[in-house]
Protein backbone atom coordinates (compact mmCIF):
# COMPACT_ATOMS: atom_id res chain seq x y z
CA UNK A 1 0.00 0.00 0.00
CA UNK A 2 3.01 2.06 0.78
CA UNK A 3 4.10 1.79 -3.08
CA UNK A 4 0.85 2.91 -4.22
CA UNK A 5 0.64 6.32 -6.47
CA UNK A 6 -2.10 8.39 -4.23
CA UNK A 7 -3.07 11.87 -4.92
CA UNK A 8 -2.19 14.58 -1.53
CA UNK A 9 -6.27 14.11 -1.30
CA UNK A 10 -6.25 10.12 -1.15
CA UNK A 11 -3.47 10.38 1.30
CA UNK A 12 -5.52 12.26 3.86
CA UNK A 13 -8.50 10.66 3.10
CA UNK A 14 -6.46 7.17 3.51
CA UNK A 15 -5.05 8.45 6.81
CA UNK A 16 -8.50 9.36 8.29
CA UNK A 17 -10.22 5.96 7.37
CA UNK A 18 -6.86 4.35 8.94
CA UNK A 19 -7.73 6.13 11.82
CA UNK A 20 -11.09 4.81 12.13
CA UNK A 21 -10.55 1.39 11.54
CA UNK A 22 -7.31 0.92 13.20
CA UNK A 23 -5.34 -0.02 9.80
CA UNK A 24 -2.81 1.02 7.72
CA UNK A 25 -3.75 -1.36 5.05
CA UNK A 26 -5.99 0.64 2.65
CA UNK A 27 -5.38 1.07 -0.96
CA UNK A 28 -6.75 3.53 -2.72
CA UNK A 29 -9.65 1.28 -4.33
CA UNK A 30 -10.48 -0.73 -1.28
CA UNK A 31 -14.27 -0.51 -0.59
CA UNK A 32 -14.27 0.35 2.87
CA UNK A 33 -16.54 -2.13 4.91
CA UNK A 34 -14.90 -4.91 3.40
CA UNK A 35 -11.92 -4.00 4.66
CA UNK A 36 -13.28 -3.83 8.19
CA UNK A 37 -15.17 -0.89 8.20
CA UNK A 38 -18.53 -0.78 10.14
CA UNK A 39 -21.28 1.40 9.69
CA UNK A 40 -20.82 3.44 12.61
CA UNK A 41 -17.27 3.72 11.89
CA UNK A 42 -18.44 4.86 8.19
CA UNK A 43 -20.43 7.66 10.76
CA UNK A 44 -17.72 8.87 12.41
CA UNK A 45 -15.51 8.76 8.85
CA UNK A 46 -17.76 10.89 7.30
CA UNK A 47 -18.11 13.44 10.54
CA UNK A 48 -14.04 13.78 10.17
CA UNK A 49 -14.53 14.47 6.21
CA UNK A 50 -17.16 16.92 7.07
CA UNK A 51 -15.14 18.80 9.36
CA UNK A 52 -11.74 18.49 7.49
CA UNK A 53 -13.00 19.58 3.79
CA UNK A 54 -16.36 22.18 5.33
CA UNK A 55 -18.33 19.84 2.92
CA UNK A 56 -22.21 17.59 3.84
CA UNK A 57 -21.19 14.33 3.13
CA UNK A 58 -24.18 12.04 3.84
CA UNK A 59 -24.21 8.22 4.53
CA UNK A 60 -25.58 7.82 1.15
CA UNK A 61 -22.84 10.19 -0.47
CA UNK A 62 -20.21 8.19 1.14
CA UNK A 63 -21.48 4.09 0.54
CA UNK A 64 -21.87 5.43 -3.48
CA UNK A 65 -18.36 6.77 -2.72
CA UNK A 66 -16.78 4.26 -0.40
CA UNK A 67 -13.22 3.92 -1.50
CA UNK A 68 -10.45 6.23 -1.10
CA UNK A 69 -10.08 7.26 -5.14
CA UNK A 70 -14.09 8.05 -4.71
CA UNK A 71 -13.80 9.91 -1.70
CA UNK A 72 -11.14 12.09 -2.65
CA UNK A 73 -13.05 12.79 -5.97
CA UNK A 74 -16.33 13.41 -4.42
CA UNK A 75 -14.48 15.80 -2.28
CA UNK A 76 -12.68 17.29 -4.64
CA UNK A 77 -15.40 18.21 -6.75
CA UNK A 78 -17.82 19.14 -3.66
CA UNK A 79 -14.82 22.15 -3.32
CA UNK A 80 -14.95 22.97 -6.39
CA UNK A 81 -19.17 23.26 -6.74
CA UNK A 82 -18.54 25.60 -3.29
CA UNK A 83 -15.93 27.31 -5.21
CA UNK A 84 -17.77 28.40 -8.39
CA UNK A 85 -21.00 28.82 -6.36
CA UNK A 86 -18.82 31.69 -4.55
CA UNK A 87 -17.90 33.36 -7.86
Do not use: H
Not at 2 to 29: F, K, P, Q, W
Amino acid sequence: AENEECTERESEIRALGANVIGTDRIRRNDEFIRIGGSSLAAVRLINLINNEYAVEMTISDFYQNSTVAKLAEYIDAQLADEEIGSL
